[in-house]
C-alpha cells in the first residue's frame, strides 16, 4: 500500500528565514504525481506546489520549493523569506491507484516575528 | 479561476434529522471529491465520482449518501448521524483523477 510519512508534526521558522519540511513516500508507481498542500488556521486547504515524478527538475513557486529525490523516495519542501502568512498546517501527498489521494500526518509550521 | 464552493458553511444537526451538504465547481474538472477531517488530523477520503459516476466508496456507512446530478454539482446527504460523524467536510475537483486537486473552504458538522 502507499504510504506517506512526515516525521515533523511541528517546526518553527523566524520571519525571513528558510525552512525545510521533510516528507518520505513509498509507491510501487512508475509515474506519479507529488503534492504540498497547506491548511491555514482558515481551514481552507490551498494546494502550493506539484511535482510530477518523472520530471527530474525541482518544482518552484515563488517562494516555495522542492528537493525531490526519486530513488529515496524523498519530497522535502523550502520555504524561503518566511512569512507570518506561512503559518499553517503542511500535508505532503501522492496518489495511490490513480483516484485516491494519500496524505502524510501532517507538519504544523510555526512562524515568529 | 480555481474556485470550488461549499454550502453551507457551519451546520448543526440532530441525529434524526437529514441534511445535505452542497459543492460546486465550474473549473470543467471531471473528478470531484468528499472528504471528511477530524481536528489535527489529514483528511480521509469518502467518495470519488469520476465523470458523474462513482468511483470510489471507502467503506462509508449508508447514512452517507453521494449524489453528482451533474459535472458541477456534488452533493453529500445526511440522515441520522452519530455524533463521532462531527467534523471538518470537504469538497475538492480535479481536472481528471490523478491531478491535483482544488479544495473548496468546508463544511463544519456538529451532531447533537
Known amino acids: 500500500a502507499q504510504t506517506v510519512t512526515q516525521s515533523q508534526p511541528e517546526m518553527s521558522v523566524q520571519e525571513a528565514e528558510t525552512v525545510t519540511l521533510s516528507c518520505t513516500y513509498d509507491t510501487s508507481e512508475s509515474d506519479y504525481y507529488l503534492f504540498w498542500y497547506k491548511q491555514p488556521p482558515s481551514r481552507q486547504m490551498i494546494l502550493v506546489i506539484r511535482?510530477?515524478?518523472?520530471?527530474?527538475q525541482n518544482a518552484t513557486e515563488n517562494r516555495f520549493s522542492v528537493n525531490f529525490q526519486k530513488a529515496a523516495k524523498s519530497f522535502s519542501l523550502k520555504i524561503s523569506d518566511s512569512q507570518l502568512g506561512d503559518a499553517a498546517m503542511y500535508f505532503c501527498a501522492t496518489y495511490y491507484n490513480t483516484d485516491k489521494l494519500i496524505f502524510g500526518t501532517g507538519t504544523r509550521l510555526q512562524v515568529f516575528p | 479561476d480555481t474556485e470550488v464552493t461549499q454550502t453551507p458553511k457551519h451546520l448543526v444537526m440532530g441525529m434524526t434529522n437529514k441534511k445535505s451538504l452542497k459543492c460546486e465547481q465550474h473549473?470543467?474538472?471531471?473528478?470531484m471529491y468528499w472528504y471528511k477531517q477530524k481536528a489535527k488530523k489529514p483528511p480521509e477520503l469518502m467518495f470519488v465520482?469520476?465523470?458523474?459516476?462513482?468511483?470510489i466508496n471507502e467503506s462509508v456507512p449508508s447514512r452517507f449518501s453521494p449524489e453528482c446530478p451533474n459535472s458541477s454539482l456534488l452533493n453529500l446527504h445526511l440522515h441520522a448521524l452519530q455524533p463521532e460523524d462531527s467534523a471538518l467536510y470537504l469538497c475538492?475537483?480535479?481536472?481528471?483523477?490523478?491531478?491535483?486537486?482544488?479544495f473548496g473552504p468546508g463544511t463544519r458538522l456538529t451532531v447533537t
Open positions: 511535482q510530477e515524478a518523472y520530471k527530474q
Open positions: 473549473m470543467g474538472h471531471r473528478a
Open positions: 465520482y469520476s465523470y458523474e459516476k462513482l468511483s
Open positions: 475538492a475537483s480535479s481536472q481528471d483523477a490523478g491531478n491535483e486537486q482544488y
